[in-house]
C-alpha cells in the first residue's frame, strides 16, 4: 500500500510537472495561474487517466486480451467522435511510421 | 374649384356647437356612455373645397400645402325634454300687471321664454322684473322642476328675493335661500323646494357633492352676469350642469356686457345664449321710464400750487428721463407727461428679458422704477391734488433715505433725484402750503364743496349724494374737506373696502431693525427691551390718537381709513346712511357695484375710470325713483379718457346689434306645437310675500326668507322637541354621483367576474352557470394526477386497487411500464408515500392507471368524504397547524365557491413530512466536484499535499531539464516491480513515502 501511495504521489508529481508545463504554453500572454488552479487541474487530469485506464482494461478483457490495444481506445471514444477521428488519425500515422521504421530494417 | 362633399353625420352629444372638433378626440366609449343622456344632438356637414395648390415645373405638388379647405356646417337639434310638463298651464303665460306694463319689458320677456337670453338694460330699469316674470311661468309650466336664482354677493340676493316674492306671487313654502350659513338639510331642502335664491358657488358645491340633481334645473337665472368669465363660478356651474341636462332656460342680467367684444362673446359662449337684448339709456323704449338723469361734465384746471411742484419735478427728474430715453428703455417725452404704468411695464419687460447683463439690467430697472414713482405722483398731483401727493411722497422719500443714509441700498439715480435741491424747496413750500386749514390741495374739492352745499340747501331732506374716487386717501381728504366747512347740511361718511390699508414706511422701525446688531447676550437683551419699550410707546400713542379721533366728527372715517371697514362696519355705514345720520357717501370702487346703497340723488365723480363698466355703474346709482344729477371732475387728460371709454362702449354696443357674436342655439322646452298666449294678470300677492316689500334691511330680508323657507314664519312657537329629534336621527343618505343613464353601478367582486365562461368540446366559449356547482356528486377528471408520478416509486405504485372499478380491466399489465424505474428514484422516499402509507388504513387509494383515465369515475356514493387527488384531505392538513394552510371549512368553502369543477385542485406538497435528500453523483463525478471545491477551501492537509506534488514536479523539472527543454524529456514512471526488486531502495520507501529521496541522490 505504501508503493502504491508512494507511486501515486510519484505519478502526480509528475503529471503536475506536464500539466503546468501545458498551462504555461497554452496560456496567453498576461494569464497568470496559481498552484492551486494547477493542483485541482492535475487531480482532474488523473481522476481522467484513472477512469480510462479501467475503462480500457475492462475492455481488453472482454476482448480476451491482456494487452490493452488501440482498438480499446477507440471503443472508449465512441462517444466523442472528433476524439476518436483524431486518434484515428494519429494511428495511421503512427502505423505509417512504424511500417517506415520495419521496412528500413 | 371642384368640391368634394363629405358628409360625416356624427351624433355628438353633450357638445357645444361652437367646439364640435374637439369630439373627435374623445374615446368611443365616452360618447356611447353619454349618447343617451342629454337631448342635444350636433349634426356635423364637413365640406371639403379643393383649393388650387402652386405645382413645379414637373407638375408635381409643391410639399407643406394645403390642398383643400373645409367647411364645416353644425346643425343643432334638440329632442323632447325630460321635464314634467303641466299640460293645464302650457296654453298661456303670465304677466303681472300689479306694476306698469313697459314694452320692453314685455318683448323680452316674451323672448326669454323661449330662448337663452341676455338681457343687458341699465341699472334701474326692471330686469329684476323681467327675471320674477319668467321665473313664475317656469314654475307654473313645470311640475316640479328647479328653478335657481343667482347673484354674486348676499345682498343682491336679498333684494332679488325681496323683488320676486313681492312681484310675482311665489308661494313660500316652495322656495328657499341658500347662503352658505348652514348645510345641515340642504339635501332635503334642494329636494323639497322648487325656486332657490342663492351665490352661484353655493350652487356649484351642491351640484359636486351630488346633493342637486343637475336634470332637476329647467330655469337659470343669472345676475350680474357680466362676471360668468374665466373661471367664475358661473362658469363652472353651467358647464356642470350641462353635462347632464341642456334642457334648462338660461336668464342672463346684467347692464354691462362686457368692455370688448371678446369679452361679450366670451360671456355668450359660457352662458350658451342665443339673443342680446341690448337697452341703453338713450334706447327710446327704455327711455321713457327712465327719470332725467341730468349729466355735468366739468373741466377744472390745476391750482397755480400744482402747476409749480409739477414744473419742479420735472426739472428733477430731466436728466434721469434724459438718461432713459437714450438708453432706449422709455419713450422720448416731456417730463411732465411721465406715466407710471407705461415706466412700469418697461421695467418689468426688462427684468424679463435674459440677454441684458445683470448689473445694466438693474441699473435701468431702478431708473425706470424712478420713472413709474415720479409718474404716480403726477397723476395725484393733477387728479387728486396736492396732499395726496405729499402723502406719497413723503412716504417715498423716507423710505428712500432711510435705506440709503443705512447704506441698504446705493442707487444713485434715486439718490440724485430724491436729495435734489429744486425738491426740497418745492417740498416744503408743499408742506407749509397744506398746513394751511383753508387750503385745497386740489381746485375739485372746493368745486365739490360747493356743488354740495348748493344741492343740499335745494333738495329734499332725504335726498342723498355719493362721491367717487378710487383712492382712499382721497377719500378721507374729501371727508375732512367737507367736515371742516361745518355745514350742518352735509355730513359725510366714507366707505371703503374690507381690505387693510397698506402700511407706511415706518423709519424708526426700519432704522431699528436694519442698524448693525450687537451679537452678544447683552446687546441681544437691551435690544429685546427696546423693542418692548417701543411696542409700548406705540400702542399708547395709538390709543390717544384714537381718543382723539372719538372726538372728531370724522373720526370713524379715519379709522376706517387706516384699517379697512369689515361688512359689519359696512352694514352700519349703509343703515346709517339709509336713515340720514349721513347723507353724503364718500366711496371707493366698493360702491359702484354690488352693494345696496339705495338711490342717491346727486352723483358727484371725483375721478374717471378707464373702465366703461365701471363709469356705467357708478351712473346707474341715480335717476330710478327720481331725477338725478350726475357730476363728473375733470381734470389732466381725465376728459380725453372719459371719452374714449364711453366711445368704445357705443361702438361695442353697436356693434352687438348688427351680429358680430357668434350664438348658440337654445333648447325651446316647450313642445313645438305649444303656443303659449300672454295673459295679463294682477297678482294678488299672498300677505306672507307682503312683509316682505315692507323690509328694508337686506338682512333682515334674508332672514324672514330663511325664517319662511323653514315654516317658520306662521307659528312663532318653538319647535317642539320630537320634531327635532326626528329631523335629527335623519341618517345623511349615500353620496350620489350623477352619471349617465346606462351605468352600472356600485361595487362588484372579482370573483364574480372570473369563472364565468369555459370551452368545450368544440371549443365554444359556453358560460358556466351556478347550477353546475350545486350537485352532491362530483364527477372529477385526474388531470393532475401526472404531476406526480415522479413521487412514486414502483414498490408504492399500487398495481391494484382496493375499489371495484369496472372500467378498468388490463390494469396490471401496463402498470410496469408506465414508470420506467431509475436508481437514482430508488431510494427517494415519495411525497405520496408518507401520505400514501397513512391513508392506505382506511382510505380507497386509487392506483397510478386510474390517474391516467381520462373517464369519468363515478363516485362511489357510499364513500362520504371528498377526494381531491386521491389524498384524503383530513388526516393530512387536519394535524398540521401552519398558518398558511387553510383549515378544512376554509378549503372546503374556497373549492366549492372558487373553483369549478373543471379545474382540479392539487394539494399543495406536504413540507412538514416531505424528505427531501439530495441526490448524489457518481463518485467520478462526486470527485471532480469535491476537487473544484478543494480550490476554495483551504483545509490543512490539502494544501500540505499540494505542496508536496508542487515539489515533486519541481524536482522532476529541474532534475531532467538541465540543458534541456521540459517538454521534451519523459520522465521514467518508476513502477512498483522494478522497486520491490531492488531492495536497496525498500528501506529508502519506507522512509520517503512520496519518493522525493529518488530524486535527492541523483
Redesign the interface.
Known sequence: M??????R??????L??YV??IIK?ELPEDVKYN??????L???VY?QIC?VGGDLEAFAQHANRNVVTSEDMLLRTRKNKDLQDFLKLRLMELRDANVGRQSKR | MFCKQKHKTRKKPAVNALMADLSDLSDDDLESLLENNVNRSVNQTVTRHRIPVQRDLFMNVLPNQQTFYEETHTDVSYGPTHHQLNEENLDEYIYPTNYEVRQYQYDIVRCALFENVLCAIPTGTGKTFIASTVMLNYYRWTKSSKIIFTAPTRPLVAQQIKACLGITGIPYSDTAILLDKSRKNREEIWQQKRVFFTTPQVVENDLKRGVLNPKDVVLLVIDEAHRARGNYAYVELTKFIDRFNTSYRLLALTATPAADLEGVQEVVNNLHISKIELRTEDSLDVARYMMRRDREMIEIGLIPEIEEVVEQIGIAIAPVLQEAIQLGIYESCEPHQINAFVAMQQSQKIILNPSIPEGLKWKNFFILQLLSQVGHMYRRLRIYGLRAFYNYFQNKYTEFTTKYSMKKSTNKTAANFFYSPILKTVIDKCKRRLEEPEFYSHEKLEYLNNELADFFTMAPSDSRAIIFTELRESALEIVKSIDILNDGALRPHIFIGQAKGKEHFDEETYIRKNKPKGRTKAARLRRIEEENRVEEEKKRQKEQAKLERTGRRTGSSEEAQLSGMNQKQQKKVISDFKKGIYNVLVCTSIGEEGLDIGEVDLIICFDSTSSPIKNIQRMGRTGRKRDGRIVLLFSGNEKFKFEQAMNDYENLQTAITHNALEYTKSDRILPPNVQPKCEEKFIIISNENDEVNKLEDSDEVIKYATQAMLGKLKTKKKEPKPKKTTAKAKKSSDKTFFMPDNVKEGFTSASSLLNKYTINEFGEKISLTPSVSKKAIKPKKEWNMLDEIEYDSVEISPAKSQVEQPSQPHKPTTTQGILTPDETTNHIPSASQGSSVQTDSHTVQEPVLKKLKLAHQIEDPSTSIEYYSGYELVPQYGATDSAQMLTMQEQRHFLKKYVPDTVHWSIAPDLAKSKTRKIRHVPKIEEILNTCQDMHTNTREKIIGMNRTNALARSIGYNRSVGMELEVMLPSIVVPNETITNAKNMTDLLEDEDGLSDFLSD
Not at chain 1, 504521489?9 to 509528475?14: I, M, P, T
Request: hydrophobic letters at 20%.
Open positions: 505504501d508503493e502504491e501511495k508512494r507511486l504521489s510519484q505519478l502526480r508529481g509528475k503536475w510537472f503546468e508545463s504554453r498552484s492551486k488552479y494547477v493542483n485541482t492535475t487531480e482532474l481522476q477512469e
